[in-house]
T-cell receptor, first 116, second 110 residues
Framework: NAGVTQTPKFQVLKTGQSMTLQCAQD?????MSWYRQDPGMGLRLIHY???????DQGEVPNGYNVSRSTTEDFPLRLLSAAPSQTSVYFC???????????????FGAGTRLSVL | DAKTTQPPSMDCAEGRAANLPCNHS???????VYWYRQIHSQGPQYIIH???NNETNEMASLIITEDRKSSTLILPHATLRDTAVYYC???????????FGPGTRLSVLP
C-alpha cells in the first residue's frame, strides 16, 4: 500500500517555464489537497478537490491550476513559474464525510521546487 | 476561525515525557483537536486527535481540558527520533482541510 505518492521529488525550473507536479493515492480517498510550505513556516492550502470533477481554491491559489479527472490522481500545474513559487509542495488525501476519523489527512513526501 | 497558540520551541531529555501545550480558546463545540508532526521537512504525519475526552494511541496521549480551551500532547518516553515540528490544529476550513500554524519545534536531547 503506497499511500500518497508525489513525483518528482526535486525540480529546478527557470522563470516562465511550466510544469506539472504529480500526486496519486491508492486509498480510494475522495478528498485531495495541495499545500505549499515556505522555509520556517506552516503549510498553506493551494487547491483542493472533494471528488473527481470537483476542485476549489484554497488560501494561495494564484499561479496554479488543478484538475481531478480520476479519484486517484490530482496534478498541480504551474502555468508560468516565478521565483516566489520556490517552495516545498505537499499533496494530501483523506476520506470523505465527517465524524470520527474521517478528517485525517495523509501526506505525501513532498516535491522540492526551485525557480531560478 | 478557531486559532491555536503553541510555544515556538521546547527541549526534552531523551527518555523523559514530552508535554506539548496548545491553546485554542475559540474552539467551537464540534471542532476536533488534531496533532501532526513533521520530521525534517518530510510530509506531516498524523499523531492523534480528539473531541473532548482524553485519547491515547501507540504514539501519544492527548489531554483536553474540560472547557476544551487547551490541550496537551504527551510523548511518554521521548526518543531522538521524536525531534520534529509538532502542529496542533483545530480549524477545518476550505472543505475539510487544515489551517497550519508555525507549530512547536521539539528537540529531544541525549
Amino acid at each position: 500500500n503506497a499511500g500518497v505518492t508525489q513525483t518528482p521529488k526535486f525540480q529546478v525550473l527557470k522563470t516562465g517555464q511550466s510544469m506539472t507536479l504529480q500526486c496519486a493515492q491508492d486509498m480510494n480517498h475522495e478528498y485531495m489537497s495541495w499545500y505549499r510550505q515556505d522555509p520556517g513556516m506552516g503549510l498553506r492550502l493551494i487547491h483542493y478537490s472533494v471528488g473527481a470533477g470537483i476542485t476549489d481554491q484554497g488560501e494561495v491559489p494564484n499561479g496554479y491550476n488543478v484538475s481531478r479527472s480520476t479519484t486517484e490522481d490530482f496534478p498541480l500545474r504551474l502555468l508560468s513559474a516565478a521565483p516566489s513559487q520556490t517552495s516545498v509542495y505537499f499533496c494530501a488525501s483523506s476520506p470523505s464525510g465527517q465524524g470520527r476519523g474521517k478528517n485525517i489527512q495523509y501526506f505525501g513526501a513532498g516535491t522540492r521546487l526551485s525557480v531560478l | 476561525d478557531a486559532k491555536t497558540t503553541q510555544p515556538p520551541s521546547m527541549d526534552c531529555a531523551e527518555g523523559r515525557a514530552a508535554n506539548l501545550p496548545c491553546n485554542h480558546s475559540t474552539i467551537s463545540g464540534n471542532e476536533y483537536v488534531y496533532w501532526y508532526r513533521q520530521i525534517h521537512s518530510q510530509g506531516p504525519q498524523y499523531i492523534i486527535h480528539g473531541l473532548k475526552n482524553n485519547e491515547t494511541n501507540e504514539m501519544a496521549s492527548l489531554i483536553i481540558t474540560e472547557d476544551r480551551k487547551s490541550s496537551t500532547l504527551i510523548l511518554p518516553h521521548a526518543t531522538l527520533r521524536d525531534t520534529a515540528v509538532y502542529y496542533c490544529i483545530v480549524r477545518v476550513n476550505y472543505g475539510q482541510n487544515f489551517v497550519f500554524g508555525p507549530g512547536t519545534r521539539l528537540s529531544v536531547l541525549p
